[in-house]
C-alpha cells in the first residue's frame, strides 16, 4: 500500500525549534517530489514547503522562508521539515503530501498522510 | 504568488441536487488545477487533477472543467457521503489552495 506517515510534532516555546519527518512506503519514494502542507484547525489549507525527486529544487511559502528547511533522504525513504523560530501562527497540523511526479509542482498532490501537530505555545 | 479564491464559502443542499463550486486564479494556470475533499478529522482526499481528470476510484458524479483562470467542480445527485469541505489547489507553479467551500445538508 502506498503511503505517507508524519511524525515528530509536539508543543514547543516561541522561538523554538521542531524537525517533522515523513516515512514513505509502498513507491519508489526516490522517483516523486513531496510537499508539506498545514492546516490551523477548522481553517483551510496552506502550502508550506516542496521539493524535487533528488532534493536539488526546493520552494517555500512567504511565511516560512528562512526560518524552514525541507529536506530528504532517499536511501531512507523519508522526507524532513526543520522548523526553526517558531511563531504562535505555525500552530498546525502538518500533512506530508507526495506528487505524481517527480517536482513539487506541475505535478497532482496525490498521496497525503494523516498529519502531525505542532502547538507553538509559551 | 497565485491566488486561488473560491466560491462560494459555503453552501446548503439536499442529496440528489447538483452543485457547483467555481475556482478563479489570479494569472493563468493551464489546466494544473485539483479538487480535494476533507471531512472533519481527516486528511485531505484527492478527487480531481489537471482540471478535469478523475482520480482512481472517485465516483464518476464527480466532475471538473476549465481551463486559464476559471475552473468548476460539479457534483451531480449529491450523495450523503459527499457533505464536506472542497478545495482547489494549482500547481503551475509554488502550489496555492483556495479557501475552501463547505457543503452542508439543508
Known amino acids: 500500500e502506498v503511503q505517507v506517515m508524519e511524525s515528530g510534532g509536539g508543543v514547543v516555546r516561541p522561538g523554538g525549534s521542531l524537525r517533522l519527518s515523513c516515512a514513505a512506503s509502498?513507491?519508489?519514494?526516490?522517483?516523486?517530489?513531496m510537499n508539506w502542507v498545514r492546516q490551523v484547525p477548522g481553517k483551510g489549507l496552506e502550502w508550506v514547503s516542496g521539493?524535487?525527486?533528488?532534493?536539488?529544487?526546493?520552494g517555500y511559502a512567504d511565511s516560512v522562508k528562512g526560518r524552514f528547511t525541507i529536506s530528504r533522504d532517499n536511501a531512507k525513504n523519508s522526507l524532513y521539515l526543520q522548523m526553526n523560530s517558531l511563531r504562535a501562527e505555525d500552530t498546525a497540523l502538518y500533512f506530508c503530501?507526495?506528487?505524481?511526479?517527480?517536482?513539487?509542482?506541475?505535478?497532482?498532490?496525490?498521496?497525503w498522510g494523516q498529519g502531525t501537530t505542532v502547538t507553538v505555545s509559551s | 504568488d497565485i491566488q486561488m479564491t473560491q466560491s462560494p464559502s459555503s453552501l446548503s443542499a439536499s442529496v440528489g441536487d447538483r452543485v457547483t463550486i467555481t475556482c478563479r486564479a489570479s494569472?493563468?494556470?493551464?489546466?494544473?488545477l485539483a479538487w480535494f475533499q476533507q471531512k472533519p478529522g481527516k486528511a485531505p482526499k484527492s478527487l480531481i487533477y489537471?482540471?478535469?481528470s478523475l482520480q482512481s476510484g472517485v465516483p464518476s458524479r464527480f466532475s471538473g472543467s476549465g481551463s486559464g483562470t476559471d475552473f468548476t467542480l460539479t457534483i451531480n445527485s449529491l450523495q450523503p457521503e459527499d457533505f464536506a469541505t472542497y478545495y482547489c489547489?494549482?500547481?503551475?507553479?509554488?502550489?496555492?489552495f483556495g479557501g475552501g467551500t463547505k457543503v452542508d445538508i439543508k
Open positions: 503530501v507526495r506528487v505524481s511526479g517527480s517536482y513539487f509542482y506541475y505535478y497532482a498532490m496525490d498521496v
Open positions: 509502498g513507491f519508489t519514494f526516490g522517483d516523486y517530489g
Open positions: 521539493l524535487n525527486w533528488n532534493g536539488g529544487s526546493t
Open positions: 494569472q493563468g494556470i493551464s489546466n494544473y
Open positions: 489537471g482540471a478535469s
Open positions: 489547489q494549482q500547481y503551475n507553479s509554488n502550489p496555492t
